[in-house]
């Protein structure tokens, strides 16, 4: 059974810190192209970072970049989303996702064919 396990998030100030973990399980991990996306209410879910099978490449939207870090563990089957200078508008809910495609870098929900079930990001002004 594939799970994506999301955890670590929570409320944090502006300007702060929070780092995401997504555990996987139920398939080959260190073959996935990896992901994070997120949603707010009324609002399509957006790609935030992804990273290739090997933790080689990384990729960024445009709003993340220079503030957020993606990275993997293949031993460890683990995703990780460093979030550093948050502001209000990083608020939503964090979900991973994984892409078993080979091609890289995607960054539309339909490439993904698993995801967790999402953890919740509050920043405060």
């Known amino acids: 059974q594939v799970q994506l396990v999301e955890s670590g998030g929570g409320v944090v100030q502006a300007g702060g810190s929070l780092r995401l973990d997504c555990a996987a399980s139920?398939?080959?991990?260190?073959?996935?192209?990896l992901a994070w996306f997120r949603q707010e209410p009324g609002k399509e879910r957006e790609f935030v970072a992804g990273?290739?099978?090997?933790?080689?490449?990384?990729h960024y939207g445009d709003s993340e970049k220079g503030r957020f870090t993606i990275s993997r563990d293949n031993a460890k089957n683990t995703v990780y989303l460093q979030m550093n200078s948050l502001k209000p508008e990083d608020t939503a809910v964090y979900y991973c996702a994984a892409d078993g495609s080979g091609n890289y870098p995607r960054t539309g929900t339909y490439a993904y064919s698993y995801w967790g079930q999402g953890t919740q990001v509050t920043v405060s002004s």
């Open positions: 990273i290739n099978w090997s933790g080689t490449m990384t």
């Open positions: 139920g398939f080959t991990f260190s073959s996935y192209n």
